[in-house]
């Protein structure tokens, strides 16, 4: 079956501009989740969508944002970029959000902001 | 969620094992360990978990020691495809909120020839 897909693979933006992420899940799985990876950091948990509700938040400024469709994919918005957001953005599918067998990752959006 | 320590980095020589540690002395009792993986540039991918027992699938096996407070992830036969950083987690199963849940910064194995 089909993985986790997200568009872009790779992305470069200046600073000050504003960026859309894609993230399509597997088929029948309705939660997806955003992180975001830095080197020095690991994976830091963004926000989970399930059923096009944001279900949990984690500690970012509200210039991330995301959306969840009809059809379960979703996309995540960065406003007004910084040096700083630079870093591997990473969904995982799952059918319910548990971490589980289904808990699915694409292969990430690699944003560099200059 | 309860944290895990890892190594940062280990090597192994290809076609032995490879036994990654993972210290979780605070586990709770509802919590399982889980072991991912990630190849450079690439996502996260799901590698085993277990609660007491010892796991054994297709890729790994999993040794959980009686106490629960450590565990460690045997690759029985490495080859250079397994050079990738390896993730140690604890949390419920099914649990839905992953918020607090902590990846850290995982054990970078490398698979040497």
């Known amino acids: 079956k089909a993985g986790v897909t997200q568009t872009p693979r790779y992305l470069i933006k200046t600073r000050g501009q504003q960026v859309t992420l894609s993230c399509s899940p597997i088929?029948?799985?309705?939660?997806v989740s955003w992180y975001q990876q830095t080197p020095g950091q690991g994976l830091q948990f963004l926000f989970e969508?399930?059923?096009?509700?944001?279900?949990n938040k984690g500690n970012f400024p509200g210039r991330f944002s995301g959306r969840q469709f009809s059809n379960s994919r979703s996309e995540m918005n960065v406003s007004t970029l910084e040096l700083g957001d630079s870093a591997l953005y990473l969904c995982?599918?799952?059918?319910?959000?548990?971490?589980?067998?289904?808990?699915?990752f694409g292969s990430g959006t690699r944003l560099t902001v200059v | 969620d309860a944290k895990t320590t890892q190594p940062p980095s280990m090597d192994c020589a290809e076609g032995r094992a490879a036994n990654l540690p993972c210290n979780h002395s605070t586990i709770s009792g509802n919590e399982y360990v889980y072991w991912y993986r990630q190849i450079h540039s690439q996502g996260p991918q799901y590698i085993i978990h277990g609660l007491k027992n010892n796991e054994t699938n297709e890729m790994a096996s999993l040794i959980i020691t009686e106490d629960r407070k450590s565990s460690t992830l045997i690759l029985p036969h490495a080859t250079l495809r397994d050079t990738a950083v390896y993730y140690c987690i604890v949390r419920p199963l099914n649990a839905g909120n992953n918020r607090k849940l902590i990846w850290g910064l995982g054990t970078s194995l490398a698979v040497n020839p």
């Open positions: 969508y399930f059923s096009e509700t944001q279900r």
């Open positions: 995982a599918s799952s059918l319910g959000g548990g971490f589980d067998y289904g808990y699915t």
């Open positions: 088929s029948g799985h309705r939660s």
